[in-house]
């Protein structure tokens, strides 16, 4: 048997990461639950009723949000061969928005299940116009797509200013541009449950989306169905998008952070990593709903302006430094 | 047998492929050569079933590799591509692994391991073996991706210009090894895409020419390979020398 120190075996290869970041989970989960403006012990709450109506829900959401962008981000980074975009910089959660306002504006009464699935369609005919773009622009530059995504994100976007400022819904449209988790209580936010067993669904076609990422051509010729699979990781990386927007709003950089990190660390197995990127990305959204719920105590900062700010940091550290590589 | 039958292929107004017909034989090495722009890389994508022709009809070993379902048709026939594009994050084993896929599907049996064993060491990558792909040197990964395409244990391997990234003795030594399964016993046929009419020369068993879309000639080595064809099929003067027992080619 020959072993290199750089592999310690498949299993403790695995189980040293996975322990590390259960370990990073249960903490900032516990954190979580204590943190808040009401106290959980010796108020005039009781501490279980608060546990459930308020803190459990919102540390479920911010997990299960994170999770889920962190998974789309990673979908969507294999379908087009670029590390660099992510679901609001594919058009995605703009053309949600998008749909959100046109739908509320036809049917204001229509539930909130409803409302996601009619914006994932509309999420997902929007990333199709942008897969659609991407295919005009040239592979050899990476940081080309995600500006043309910012671009048509931005249009988009525009479009749905303008309709919620004639229809006078800039209130709604306010709240699903920032996700933040201060209104998430018990009823308000079990739609993103779906998000985990999208997120299972995803994990079975692992390989899958490990092939996606080779290229259109060499994973064709390794005997993937490429179009039906794309077809299918997208409209369920759009169904997640929407369910994060419609239920706590737009969490910018999310699905860009968590998937390079753990692809930086772990490279992009994705058999043995999609649970590493949606461990990551919940745990990254809720470490930043922690810290916008202490940084002006009493008060709450947004977790997607916390976000941003860590966020944009760690872009330009992506971006910045290349991996070590040997010529030849 | 591939057999290829009136294949056209148009992308826009332009004529890449015209009206062509052609068969190869299994067994040993054939390869393509002819001046850029020949369509050498088209036939090659034609062939593997995944640039549909214009019109014509393709059949390896008798089945339409167009109406095949990819995970079968991907167990019959490998192919590289001429460059990859973006360089996956996996490391060399990971890779070559894939070239199972079209076998398990996601559910990998022991004796895929024990073939991404064996293509690890027919390659030599041993040592490479839990090195990501994108801290190799061009040709350690080519090496890597040809591994991979051999796990795919196809009696078909189709290389688009695998030599394009190696140095000389990694090119020499990609093509022996070409060479050695494609007259192994478990016979693997090996159609390359070829820019060094010299290694075509030293180890293909047949050659095909190709100059606008079309075959200039095709058979074997000595009858290809002459002064009179390849300054028709490059429009440049050359001199075939004989060395080893085989021609050696010279631009004058």
């Known amino acids: ?15 040293r990461p996975a322990i590390l970041i259960a370990a990073a989970l249960i903490a900032l989960t516990t954190a979580s639950l204590a943190i808040g403006s009401a106290s959980l012990w010796g108020g005039d709450l009781g501490t279980g009723w608060l546990l459930a109506v308020s803190r459990f829900p919102r540390t479920a959401a911010a997990l299960l949000a994170g999770a889920g962008l962190a998974v789309a981000g990673t979908v969507v980074q294999q379908a087009v061969q670029n590390r660099l975009v992510e679901p609001s910089l594919t058009g995605t959660t703009e053309s949600a928005m998008l749909g959100l306002i046109a739908i509320t504006l036809i049917a204001p009464g229509m539930s909130i299940g409803w409302k996601a699935a009619l914006a994932a369609v509309a999420a997902l005919a929007g990333t199709g ?50 996700g933040e988790f201060s209104g998430i209580v018990q009823g308000r936010y079990e739609l993103l449950w779906i998000i985990a067993a999208l997120s299972l669904l995803l994990y079975t076609l692992a390989d899958r989306l490990t092939l996606l990422g080779l290229g259109e051509t060499q994973a064709r010729s390794l005997g993937l169905n490429y179009t039906q699979t794309r077809l299918l990781a997208l409209a369920v990386m759009s169904l997640i998008a929407s369910l994060v927007t419609v239920t706590v709003g737009a969490l910018p950089f999310v699905g860009l952070v968590a998937p390079n990190l753990i692809s930086r660390w772990r490279g992009d197995n994705l058999r043995a990593n999609l649970p590493f990127i949606a461990a990551g990305g919940g745990g990254l959204v809720l470490a930043a709903d922690i810290a916008g719920r202490l940084i002006r105590y009493p008060y709450e900062i947004p977790a997607a302006t916390v976000f941003s700010v860590f966020g944009a940091a760690i872009f330009l550290w992506l971006l910045h430094s290349v991996p070590a590589r040997s010529h030849g | 047998m591939i057999k290829v039958e009136g294949l056209s292929k148009n992308a826009g107004a332009v004529e890449i492929l015209k009206d062509l ?15 850029n722009g020949a369509g050498k890389s088209s036939l090659l994508h034609c062939i593997a079933g995944l640039d ?16 095949c379902p990819d995970r079968e048709r991907a167990r019959h026939l ?38 991404t064993e064996q293509a690890l060491r027919a390659f030599e990558l041993e040592d490479l073996s839990e090195r990501p792909l994108e801290v190799l040197s061009g040709g350690q990964r080519q090496r890597a991706l040809v591994a991979m395409t051999y796990a795919q244990a196809t009696p078909w391997l189709l290389l688009d210009e695998p030599l394009n990234a190696l140095d000389p003795r ?35 068993d047949r050659i095909i020419a190709m100059k606008d879309g079309r075959i200039a000639a095709e058979g074997l080595v000595a009858e290809v390979l002459t002064g009179e064809v390849l300054r028709d099929l490059y429009d440049t003067p050359f001199d075939v020398l004989v060395h080893g027992g085989r021609p050696l080619v010279v631009t004058v």
């Open chain 2, 21 to 35: 017909t052609l068969s190869i034989p299994p067994g040993g090495i054939t390869a393509l050569i002819g001046p």
């Open chain 2, 170 to 204: 990694h090119a020499h030594d990609l093509m022996r090894r070409l060479n050695d399964l494609s007259h192994a016993a478990d016979e693997r046929s090996v159609v390359v895409v070829l820019h060094d009419i010299n290694a075509a020369a030293r180890w293909a």
């Open chain 2, 78 to 115: 490998a192919f590289l591509q001429q460059s990859q594009p973006v360089v996956p994050r996996l490391t060399v084993r990971d890779m070559v692994a894939f070239g199972r896929w079209p076998h398990h599907g996601g559910r990998p049996r022991p004796e895929d391991a024990e073939a």
């Open chain 2, 52 to 67: 549909r022709p214009t019109s014509g009809m393709v059949r390896i070993d008798g089945t339409d590799p167009f109406s």
């Open chain 1, 129 to 178: 116009g942008f897969l659609m773009l991407a295919r005009r622009v040239p592979m050899q530059d990476p940081l080309l797509l995600p500006i043309v995504g910012l671009i048509y994100g931005g249009i988009l976007s525009a479009m749905a200013i303008w309709l919620a400022w004639n229809a006078d819904l800039m209130q709604l449209l306010g709240a699903w541009r920032l």
């Open chain 1, 1 to 15: 048997m020959r072993s290199s120190p750089r592999s310690p075996g498949p299993i403790a290869d695995l189980l």
